[in-house]
Nanobody
Framework: QVQLVESGGGLVQAGESLRLSCTVS????????MEWYRQVPGKERELVAA???????DYADSVKGRFTISTGDAKNTWYLQMNSLKPEDTAIYYC??????WGQGTQVTVSS
């Protein structure tokens, strides 16, 4: 059974950092394409970052220079390093690996 787990969210102050993790278990093949999204209640889900093999990662303009998406050494594991967090980064963050259903997300709250 394929399972997706997102973790690493929390409550931080503006300017601090968090690292989100995303792991897919029970999937036989290695997944190369993966995206991080975020959503604020009442708004559409927003693409934050994307990564795939041999292509430079892509970022939303609002997070460029502050967020870094990466692939872990373990199969089907990814990270989102978030530095210099701002209150407007507050949202539920979701990872979306290729061909895997959405998970529950992880809450990130940044206080001013």
């Amino acid at each position: 059974q394929v399972q997706l787990v997102e973790s690493g969210g929390g409550l931080v102050q503006a300017g601090e950092s968090l690292r989100l993790s995303c792991t897919v278990s029970g999937y036989a093949s290695r997944i190369y394409f993966m995206e991080w999204y975020r959503q604020v209640p009442g708004k559409e889900r927003e693409l934050v970052a994307a990564i795939t093999r041999r292509i430079t990662p892509d970022y939303a303009d609002s997070v460029k220079g502050r967020f870094t998406i990466s692939t872990g050494d373990a199969k089907n594991t990814w990270y989102l390093q978030m530095n210099s967090l701002k209150p407007e980064d507050t949202a539920i963050y979701y990872c979306k690996p290729d061909r895997v259903k959405w998970g529950q997300g992880t809450q990130v709250t940044v206080s001013s």
